[in-house]
């Protein structure tokens, strides 16, 4: 038996397609050869990488470094506004917390000065007293001994103590010299309530001492007010903060402030 020819197999296979099949196989583009040197090889993957888009399993639009590498910053060109607010901000913390530093320090230098002071004996406040000396005495335990003037009592406030509306009430104290002469300085008696501001209804309970009276408390310098505090009328007798200055001119007094602390 002979045996069959191959070339008559592969004769009848090739010309039984179809004719569309056969100009497809004719004008097929042959599959490209993959170049053997290194550095070509690479080039070439980069080309099938950008003409598939990346490869099977990556995003088509996927671009690597390679092929678009990063550009350098700007040269020659102003900075924006971002760029400066950055840089002003460390500088502003550095500030800021050596100004914290500076006042901790301060604050901690004047609690013990007035910490000092006020173990110190009482000490009694002359006639006469100069007022540029009051801020080195400041927090310092004095007394004095005189008349409470309660016909020119002045009364602070609103004041809000624990939910209740008040008053701090700062009374001259007037003293005399040998001669006869009048010397009068600021008591601050503390505060009152709403109710209780009527001298009257003080009077009734013992709350208006009459004559010679002995005081003692700190020599202080009360606190000024603020932008927002409504200015005094002492023509009207409304006082909304310690206005020393002012106090002593309605009341003839020395600007000199002393926060009672006992009364005798």
Known sequence: MSKPNPFLKLFRRYYSQPASAFFRTAHARPPPTRPQCPHTRILFL??????????PGLDPSFVS??????KMARVGKQHGPGLIILAI??????ILGC??????????????????????????????????????????????????????????????????????VVTPLERRDAR??????????GWIKKDAAPQWFRKKNGALPEGEVTIEGLLRIPPKGNMFT???????????????????????????????????
């Open 180 to 189: 006869g002469n009048v010397h009068k300085i600021l008591a601050c008696r």
């Open 230 to 264: 409504p200015k005094n009328e002492p023509e009207k007798g409304k006082w909304f903060f310690p206005s020393v200055e002012e106090m002593a001119e309605y009341s003839g007094s020395q600007a000199v402030w002393v926060e009672e602390t006992m009364s005798k």
């Open 65 to 70: 470094i390679l092929d678009r590498p990063a």
């Open 89 to 94: 901000i460390p500088v502003t913390a550095f």
């Open 46 to 55: 980069r080309s099938q990488s950008r003409r598939v888009g990346g490869g």
């Open 99 to 168: 100004w914290q530093v500076q006042r901790l320090g301060w604050k901690t230098e004047l609690v013990a000065r007035f910490e000092d002071r006020l173990t110190f004996p009482p000490l009694e406040l002359p006639l006469r007293i100069d007022p540029a000396a009051i801020q080195d005495f400041d927090y310092r335990r004095v007394y004095a001994r005189g008349v409470l003037r309660h016909d020119q009592e002045m009364l602070i406030g609103p004041r809000i103590l624990d939910g209740e509306e008040g008053y701090t």
